[in-house]
């Protein structure tokens, strides 16, 4: 076991677990951040997704010995309300089907739109492409990101 200081959503936390631990584990086992989701296991599926310093990473197989001093932000830092653009685009256009993929596919795309506020249908099927959505909602997503985009 080891100590560690984490910068996540904005908060300092401390945590002592195997430094083998993935991220995911730690943020859904350890701090009770379940928005966070267990897919694949093997960084495929994008349910894992999170953001470290502002940039899209699968948790699932990330030891937290290697996320250092780095910021975490999980789906429920993205905003206080559920009012980030993605997040009310993401209901305008009624994706959510069976939930299950939703915060990483979001994680995703406000990566994407912090990194690129006008991304075309090129950029944002290479920033999507592994979020795989089992309800199929990929047309409505990437229009999603398209009205987030304006925001």
Known sequence: MAKFKLKINGKSLNVDVDPSTPILWVLRDHLDLLGTKYGCGISQCGACTIHINDVAVRSCQLPISS??????????????????????????????????????????????????????????????????????????????????SKS
Do not use: F
């Not at 996320?67 to 256009?93: C, F, R, Y």
């Open 67 to 148: 996320v250092g001093d780095n910021k975490i932000t999980t789906i429920e830092g993205l905003s206080e309300n559920g009012d980030h653009p993605v997040q009310k685009a993401w209901l305008e256009h009624d994706i959510p089907q069976c939930g299950y993929c939703q915060s990483g596919q979001i994680m995703s795309a406000s990566a994407l739109l912090k990194a690129n506020s006008n991304p075309s249908d090129d950029d944002i099927d290479e920033a999507m492409n592994g979020n795989i959505c089992r309800c199929g909602t990929y047309t409505r997503i990437k229009a999603a990101i398209k009205t987030a």
